[in-house]
Structures are given as structure tokens and as C-alpha cells.
């Protein structure tokens, strides 16, 4: 099973940048799994962003980006996405894609986990 998350770069500050997350493996299906992002900053250490529900009917933001950002997923492609607008240099960190068969914002109640990919918000 592995997880490929994509998408980072750099963009000014108030710019938008989007993020895919594509699962790979023989018998994994996204449809099976909880999924979500999290994101880690220099120094820091990782946060929930946002999370999307099996068939992708409810989603949940951190405060932080709530109104900024969309999470959504098409099972069909075994695929998710992080569609980040308005971005602030405070969004800079590596962002990480995960799935778990249960319901939480807790990155320990994730069993896979993607690479991260870079996002760096300039000033």
C-alpha cells in the first residue's frame, strides 16, 4: 500500500496551491478509508488540516484554515485532494496525506501515510 501525495511548490503569500493524494496497491481502495491531511513545519510538530469521510459526504478543517481550504476525494480514482487558497507564509510546512478506517483528527489513528510533500508560502 503506498500513498503518493503531490502538488507542493512554492507561491506567494494570498496564492493557491492544490494537492493530490493517489493510493497505490493491489487490493487498497480509498473507499475503505477515512482519509486526511496533516502538515508539519520546521521545528514543529504535525497537525491536523482537514479530513473527509469514506464516501466523502462530510469534511472537518482546522481552525487555522477553515475558509481557505477544500479537502475532497473521488474513490473512483482512489484519489484525494487539498485545494488551499488564500495561503499565508504560516502555511509553510511538509504536507502529508493519510488514511485510517477510523474517524479522527489524532495522526496516531492513522495506519498509512504518504511522503509529504514541500509547501513554502513567501512573504
Known amino acids: 500500500v503506498q500513498l503518493q501525495a503531490s502538488g507542493g511548490g512554492l507561491v506567494q503569500a494570498g496564492g493557491s496551491l492544490g494537492l493530490s493524494c493517489a493510493a497505490s496497491?493491489?487490493?487498497?481502495?480509498?473507499?475503505?478509508?477515512?482519509m486526511a491531511w496533516f502538515r508539519q513545519a520546521p521545528g514543529k510538530e504535525r497537525e491536523f488540516v482537514a479530513r473527509?469521510?469514506?464516501?466523502?459526504?462530510?469534511?472537518n478543517y482546522a481552525d487555522s484554515v477553515k475558509g481557505r481550504f477544500t479537502i475532497s476525494r473521488d474513490n473512483a480514482k482512489n484519489t484525494m485532494w487539498l485545494q488551499m487558497s488564500s495561503l499565508k507564509p504560516e502555511d509553510t510546512a511538509v504536507y502529508y496525506c493519510?488514511?485510517?478506517?477510523?474517524?479522527?483528527?489524532?495522526?496516531?489513528?492513522?495506519?498509512?501515510w504518504g511522503q509529504g510533500t514541500l509547501v513554502t508560502v513567501s512573504s
Open positions: 496497491g493491489r487490493t487498497f481502495r480509498t473507499r475503505n478509508y477515512n
Open positions: 473527509v469521510t469514506l464516501s466523502g459526504a462530510s469534511t
Open positions: 493519510a488514511a485510517t478506517t477510523v474517524y479522527s483528527t489524532a495522526s496516531d489513528a492513522y495506519d498509512y
